[in-house]
């Protein structure tokens, strides 16, 4: 099992920035992808960002250029650094961690944390 605690959400006014962090722990596979989703209210879930253990990074179009996914691989913590917020980007994000392994893929899940852009 991994687990996956989130940090980092709040409230925020609209052009303002926040940083998320995500701490994975536990049965944590060499190769993974770790990556950062969000729904807000009435949506569906959507991809923000993802990023590999060799560092190669997937945006999601509309967060391009705001929003930068890293990670520390010693530390098993990704981060989502959001800037230029807008009151759309309200909605509970959360963390994503895929292994990989010979035959197939497991994928965990945080408990989501929120972020609000006031306008």
């Known amino acids: 099992q991994v687990q996956l605690v989130e940090s980092g959400g709040g409230l925020v006014q609209a052009g303002g920035s926040l940083r998320l962090a995500c701490a994975a722990s536990?049965?944590?596979?060499?190769?993974?992808?770790m990556a950062w989703y969000r729904q807000a209210p009435g949506k569906q879930r959507e991809l923000v960002a993802a990023?590999?253990?060799?560092?190669?990074?997937n945006y999601a179009d509309s967060m391009k250029g705001r929003f930068t996914i890293s990670r520390d691989n010693a530390k098993n913590t990704v981060y989502l650094q959001m800037n230029s917020l807008k009151p759309e980007d309200t909605a509970v994000y959360y963390c994503?961690?895929?292994?990989?392994?010979?035959?197939?893929?497991?994928?965990?899940w945080g408990q989501g944390t929120q972020v609000t852009v006031s306008s």
């Open positions: 536990g049965r944590i596979f060499g190769s993974n992808t």
């Open positions: 994503a961690l895929t292994n990989y392994r010979l035959g197939g893929s497991e994928a965990y």
């Open positions: 990023v590999t253990t060799g560092g190669d990074t």
